[in-house]
């Protein structure tokens, strides 16, 4: 009794999804408007102290982000006696 099994190429077809694409990063500093702050002020137009407080806000987002996601070390690596 033999027995048959599907194959690449054989004409057998995966039900894959489509890889969904990548958003457009938003250029944050570039010149000229954005797809998605119609509307919203140019960032040299902004106040000094508003730019120095945005500026403030996003540097302590980032740390405080990167805090949360620096992984500890693996106990046992170091080899060192």
Known sequence: MSRQT??????????????????PQMDLFGSGLSNGAIGAPAWL???AEARAALTSLMTQLIL??????????????DHDL
């Open 64 to 77: 405080d982000h990167a805090a949360r996601t620096a992984t500890l070390p693996a106990k046992g690596v």
């Open 6 to 23: 599907a194959m690449p190429g054989s004409g057998y077809r995966h039900n894959r999804q489509p890889r969904p694409q990548p958003q």
């Open 45 to 47: 137009e902004l106040p």
